[in-house]
């Protein structure tokens, strides 16, 4: 296998409450290669943006990192000091939002934001960082580029935006990019076009796809870590989790995803609500809503199997189910 251009190990991320600390993100470990999509999925609240703000030490006040290693390139982010932070952000590892406005200054042209990361991170000459602008501008479809490049973002549609925030984001040939979400805002056919540029953009970076649609994960990634309340519980190829899910969380996600063929069974909602990240569960956090659990998932469940598939379950889903 490629070089892992992200490992993540056993990452603890907490927030102090007046009910105690509460653990948003509870040990979760992670790799991407290089070359690799990962994509990370989970309903609202899982706590997916959490880690990938964790992989950027960005993670709000009074939240903290409060257990765990991540490795970005080979690098030891948590033992970085803050001037080494800020180098390795936009060079080495870069994100993708949800919404472009907030990754762009509203009153800088898109040029200008472009040749200023350039200029951070080492091309010195005005001139040569503004035709790697441009350059950047074009490699993402957008037309006209000279006239983009003095563009306010305001002045862009949404589609539009999103594709130069990719520019702003691979400018300086990340090792890693991750996108949180980097789609749900667009339409659909927009969301296809996006996706297909952040494949053909991606090259040797690696890529950790957040998002809460199963089916876009699917379609794009090679592995997929499905996360639940905090925890991953289950994680490997695509292929073994569409096919054979292992986890109950996972299964009822897939019997969750829209289909278009009528002749499939209707969509079927999961029942009831993850525990809230006060909420104290020692054991499996997904067992109110679980049809399967029993005594023994009071005890937590431990993520099992190779990097091919492992889920962490009691009493997982049969395999020729
Ligand atoms: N400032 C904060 N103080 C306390 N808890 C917080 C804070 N910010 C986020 N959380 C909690 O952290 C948990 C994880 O949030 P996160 O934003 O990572 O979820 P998410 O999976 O990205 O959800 P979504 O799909 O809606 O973006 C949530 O339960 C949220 O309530
Ligand atoms: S450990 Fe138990 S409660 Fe959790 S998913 Fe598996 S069977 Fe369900
Ligand atoms: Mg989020």
């Not at 251009?5 to 509460?22: C, D, I, M, N």
């Not at 441009?134 to 306010?152: F, K, M, T, W």
């Not at 805002?185 to 690696?206: E, F, H, K, M, P």
């Not at 990240?277 to 054991?283: I, S, Y």
């Given at each position: 296998m490629s070089p892992a251009?992200?490992?993540?190990?056993?990452?603890?991320?907490?927030?102090?409450?007046?009910?105690?600390?509460?653990?948003?993100?509870?040990?979760?470990?992670?790799?991407?290669?290089?070359?690799?999509?990962l994509g990370m999925v989970g309903e609202s609240g899982s706590g997916k943006t959490m880690i990938a703000l964790s992989l950027?030490?960005?993670?709000?006040?009074?939240g903290r990192i409060a257990a765990g290693s991540i490795h970005v390139a080979g690098r030891n982010l948590l033992a970085l000091d803050e001037r080494s932070l800020n180098q390795l952000r936009g060079r080495d590892v870069a994100m993708v939002f949800q919404n472009p406005m907030s990754a762009f200054n509203?009153?800088?042209?898109?040029?200008?934001?472009?040749?200023?990361?350039?200029?951070?991170?080492?091309?010195?000459?005005?001139?040569?960082?503004?035709?790697?602008?441009?350059?950047?501008?074009?490699?993402?479809?957008?037309?006209?580029?000279?006239?983009?490049?003095?563009?306010?973002?305001?002045?862009?549609?949404?589609?539009?935006l999103q594709r130069a925030m990719i520019a702003l984001a691979m400018?300086?040939?990340?090792?890693?990019?991750?996108?949180?979400?980097?789609?749900?805002?667009?339409?659909?056919?927009?969301?296809?076009?996006?996706?297909?540029?952040?494949?053909?953009?991606?090259?040797?970076?690696?890529?950790?796809?957040?998002?809460?649609?199963?089916?876009?994960?699917?379609?794009?990634?090679?592995?997929?870590?499905?996360?639940?309340a905090g925890r991953v519980v289950e994680t490997g190829e695509t292929a073994h989790i569409i096919r054979r899910p292992r986890h109950p969380y996972t299964r009822a996600l897939l019997r969750a995803a829209p289909r278009i063929d009528p002749s499939r069974p209707r969509l079927e909602?999961?029942?009831?609500?993850?525990?809230?990240?006060?909420?104290?569960?020692?054991?499996?956090?997904?067992a109110s809503r679980c049809e399967r659990a029993s005594a023994r998932c009071a005890a937590r469940p431990r993520l099992t199997g190779g990097s091919q598939h492992a889920f962490a379950c009691w009493h997982p889903v049969e395999t020729g189910a």
């Open positions: 251009v992200l490992e993540l190990e056993a990452l603890r991320v907490e927030f102090p409450t007046s009910q105690g600390v509460a653990s948003v993100v509870d040990d979760v470990s992670l790799f991407v290669a290089r070359g690799e999509a950027l030490r960005l993670v709000p006040e009074p509203p009153v800088r042209s898109i040029g200008h934001q472009l040749v200023a990361s350039l200029r951070r991170h080492g091309c010195t000459g005005r001139r040569e960082a503004r035709s790697r602008a441009l350059r950047a501008l074009g490699d993402v479809g957008i037309p006209s580029p000279e006239e983009r490049l003095d563009a306010y973002p305001h002045q862009l549609s949404g589609g539009m400018v300086n040939g990340p090792s890693l990019l991750i996108a949180d979400e980097p789609t749900t805002a667009l339409d659909a056919t927009i969301q296809a076009q996006i996706l297909d540029l952040l494949r053909q953009r991606l090259g040797s970076a690696g890529l950790l796809l957040v998002t809460h649609n199963l089916a876009v994960a699917a379609g794009f990634c090679h592995r997929i870590a499905v996360v639940y909602s999961i029942p009831g609500q993850p525990p809230g990240p006060r909420d104290l569960v020692a054991g499996c956090r997904f």
